[in-house]
C-alpha cells in the first residue's frame, strides 16, 4: 500500500520493524509496554473495528523499515486521514487486511488471535454452563451478584462472535487464507 506524504510517495511493508515501533507506541491505560499478544489484540480488534486510530497506527508501523527516513506520526496520521477522506474506511481497513495478510508475515499472529477469541467464546459457554443459579431464597446480594455476572460475560461474549465473524468477511473479501 502506498502512502502519499509531502509529495512523496512511500510503500508500507510490515516486518520486524512494524513489530518494534508498535510494541514502543502501543501502550496500556497506564503507559506501560505490552506483549505481542496484546499488541496483536490491539491491532487486529482495531482493524475489525475499524477504528481510524488502529489504522493509522498499523500504516505508521509499515513505514517503520524506513528507519530515520520514516515520516513522523504525525505526518502519517496526515496522510491516513486524507486517504479515509477520500475513500471510505471500509475500504481502507480491506485494503490494509489484504496488505497484511499478503506478506504472511502476521499470518501466525492472526490465527493465534482467532484461537485465543474462539477460546474466549468457548470459556464463556463454560462458565454459564457452570454457573449456578441462586436458590429463589437466597439473598439480595447473591442474586444482584448472579445478574451482573451474567449480564458482564454475556456482553463479552455478544462481542467477541461479531469480531470473529467480520475478521472471516474481511479476509475472505482479501481471497487470502490462514
Known amino acids: 500500500m502506498e502512502l502519499k506524504i509531502n509529495d512523496k510517495e512511500f510503500q508500507t511493508k510490515f516486518n520486524f520493524a512494524s513489530l518494534s515501533l508498535w510494541e514502543e507506541k502501543i501502550v496500556d491505560n497506564d503507559g506501560n509496554k505490552q506483549d505481542d499478544t496484546e499488541i496483536f489484540d ?4 482495531g482493524l475489525v473495528q475499524k477504528n481510524p486510530r488502529t489504522l493509522v497506527n498499523i500504516l505508521n508501523g509499515g513505514l517503520a523499515y524506513l528507519g530515520k527516513e520514516k515520516p513522523k506520526y504525525s505526518e502519517v ?3 491516513v486521514s486524507n486517504i479515509m477522506g477520500e475513500e471510505d474506511i471500509d475500504k481502507l481497513a480491506q ?3 489484504a496488505e497484511l495478510t499478503a506478506n504472511g508475515f502476521f499470518k501466525g499472529s492472526m490465527k493465534q488471535w482467532i484461537n485465543s477469541i474462539e477460546r474466549q467464546i468457548k470459556g ?3 462458565f454459564f454452563k457452570e454457573l449456578k443459579k441462586p436458590a ?3 439473598p439480595k446480594e447473591e442474586k444482584e451478584r448472579y445478574d451482573n455476572l451474567t449480564q458482564r460475560y454475556n456482553l463479552l ?4 462472535k461479531p469480531l470473529l465473524d467480520e475478521f472471516d468477511k474481511m479476509l475472505k473479501d482479501t481471497e487470502i487464507t490462514l
Open 136 to 138: 429463589k431464597n437466597a
Open 77 to 79: 496520521f496526515d496522510a
Open 95 to 97: 485494503n490494509l487486511m
Open 42 to 45: 490491539a491491532l487486529f480488534t
Open 157 to 160: 461474549k455478544d462481542q467477541s
Open 124 to 126: 464463556y459457554d463454560k
